[in-house]
C-alpha cells in the first residue's frame, strides 16, 4: 500500500494526527518490528494490515497469563523471537477482515483470556506460504500473515490468536537485546518521572486514576478486563503528559493524555474496530444530527469542568462522494484568547469519538480546503457555525 493510500485510509477511519505519524513511521520501517507494546488497528486492502504504535513501556499482564507464557519452553520463547527479528514487516497481514461477529466475540474472549480461559490447542504454523492448504486456519511464520478459512472462526481459534499474540511479545520482551532496552527506557521514565515530582507535578499513579474517571465519565466504560498502558510523554504537545491507554486486542483503543503539571485532561481519544467498517453517513442523514451532537459535546464539556465563554463555535467535516468520511463530526469550541476545544462524535451511531485542547490556528489549518485535498484526493470541506 502507498503512504498516501494509507494516509486517507486511516484519515477516513479516524485515526489522529500525531497516531497516523506513529503509524506510518513504523510501517515504511525497512526491516524490523517494534519490539515494545502494540496497539491501534487499521484495515487495508486484500490483506488486511494490523499497524502498530511504539509506546515505551510494556503493558502490565495479568497473573494467569504472566504465569501462563513464564511457563513457555524456552526454546519456544527463542524460535518467536527469531521469527519476529527475521520478518521484514512491521505489520500482520490478514487473509480477509474479521467478520462483525468476530470482532465482538474477540473481545468478549479477550476478557475471558484475562481471567484464565486459555484455548485448548494452538495455531496452526507453517514455514511458508506456499505450504497453506485452502480453507485452513494458520499463521505463516516466513510472512506474518494469518490465514483464515471462508467461514466463521470458532471461539477456539479465536482465542488461539489471542494466545498467540501474547506469546510474540513475551518472547520478544525477553530477548537480551529488547531487555537492555526496556531496562534503559523504564530507567529513564523513573528519572523523568522524579524530576517532574520534584517540581510540584502527579505521580503515574495519580494520572492512571484520573484515567480511570475519565473513562468512565467519557465513554461510561469500566477498565475492568482491559489491558492498561502507561508512561510519561514529555514530547507531547510540547508539554510533559501522561498517556495511559487501555485496549481490549483488536477491537478497541482508549487513550487519556494527563498533563503532568496539574493533573487535568489534555486530550482523549478512542478507536474502535467497528469504525473500520463504516463506509461514511450521507451528508443528508448526517446533517440531522448536528445540533443533537452539539449539545451532546456542551455537556461533556460541563462533564470536563469547562464553562468558558466562547467566541466561536464550529462543526467542522468533510465530504466525498456525497458521505462524510469517516462518519466523523467535529466541533470546535473556541475563545477570545485563540485557544479552545475539539470534540469529535461520530454521526453512525452517534456517539463521542474525542476529546482535545486546541487552537484557533489548528483549527483554521484543519478546516482549510487546501489541507484537506491535500490528504484526501476529491474530499470537500463543511463548516457550520453554531454559535447563537
Known amino acids: ?11 477516513q477511519i479516524h485515526i489522529q ?4 505519524e506513529d503509524i506510518i ?8 518490528r517494534n519490539f515494545f507494546k502494540k496497539t491501534g488497528v487499521l484495515a487495508a486492502a486484500t ?3 494490523v499497524i502498530v504504535i511504539a509506546v515505551p513501556v510494556q503493558a502490565a499482564i495479568r497473573h494467569l497469563i504472566q504465569e501462563r507464557m513464564d511457563n513457555l519452553p524456552a526454546k519456544e520463547v527463542e524460535h518467536l523471537s527469531q521469527m519476529q527479528g527475521s520478518q521484514e514487516i512491521s505489520a500482520d497481514g490478514f487473509s480477509r477482515d474479521y467478520s462483525p461477529s468476530e470482532k465482538k466475540r474477540m473481545g468478549e474472549l479477550f476478557k475471558e483470556y484475562q481471567n484464565g480461559n486459555f484455548p485448548e490447542g494452538e495455531i496452526l504454523r507453517v514455514d511458508s506460504k506456499d505450504q497453506v492448504e485452502e480453507n485452513v486456519f494458520c499463521y505463516v511464520e516466513e510472512t506474518g500473515c494469518f490465514y483464515f478459512p471462508d467461514r466463521e472462526l470458532t471461539d477456539e481459534e479465536l482465542l488461539e490468536v489471542i494466545d498467540f499474540n501474547y506469546k510474540r511479545e513475551y518472547a520478544l520482551a525477553h530477548n537480551p537485546e529488547i531487555q537492555k532496552e526496556l531496562a534503559g527506557r523504564e530507567k529513564e521514565q523513573q528519572k523523568q518521572q522524579a524530576l517532574l515530582l520534584q517540581e510540584g507535578g502527579i505521580s503515574l499513579q495519580q494520572a492512571i486514576e484520573n484515567a480511570e474517571k475519565w473513562m468512565d465519565k467519557l465513554f461510561d466504560l469500566s477498565v475492568d478486563g482491559m ?8 514530547k507531547a504537545d510540547g508539554m510533559q503528559q501522561y498517556c495511559v491507554n487501555y485496549s481490549i486486542q483488536s477491537q478497541c483503543y482508549y487513550y487519556f493524555y494527563i498533563s503532568g503539571a ?4 489534555v486530550k482523549a481519544d478512542s478507536s474502535l474496530a467497528a469504525d473500520l467498517d463504516k463506509e461514511g453517513m450521507e451528508e443528508i442523514s448526517a446533517k440531522k444530527q448536528l445540533e443533537e451532537n452539539y449539545k451532546l459535546a456542551g455537556g461533556i464539556l460541563e462533564k470536563i469542568g469547562i464553562h468558558d465563554t466562547f467566541m466561536d463555535i464550529t462543526c467542522y467535516y468533510t465530504v466525498k462522494d456525497g458521505k462524510v468520511i469517516g462518519s466523523n463530526l467535529a466541533y470546535y469550541f473556541l475563545k477570545e484568547d485563540g485557544n479552545g476545544y475539539r470534540l469529535d462524535f461520530c454521526c453512525d451511531g452517534n456517539y463521542f469519538r ?5 487552537t484557533l490556528a489548528e ?3 484543519k478546516s482549510s480546503q487546501e489541507y484537506v485535498a491535500e490528504r484526501i484526493e476529491g474530499a470537500q470541506v463543511r463548516t457550520v457555525s453554531l454559535k447563537e
Open 363 to 365: 483549527y483554521e489549518q
Open 1 to 11: 500500500m502507498e503512504q498516501k493510500d494509507l494516509k486517507e485510509t486511516m484519515d
Open 262 to 265: 496539574d493533573g487535568r485532561l
Open 17 to 20: 494526527d500525531e497516531m497516523q
Open 354 to 358: 474525542s476529546y482535545r485542547e486546541t
Open 227 to 234: 489491558e492498561q498502558n502507561a508512561y510519561l510523554d514529555d
Open 47 to 49: 490483506l488486511t494490515a
Open 25 to 32: 513511521r513504523n510501517l515504511y520501517r525497512p526491516v524490523k
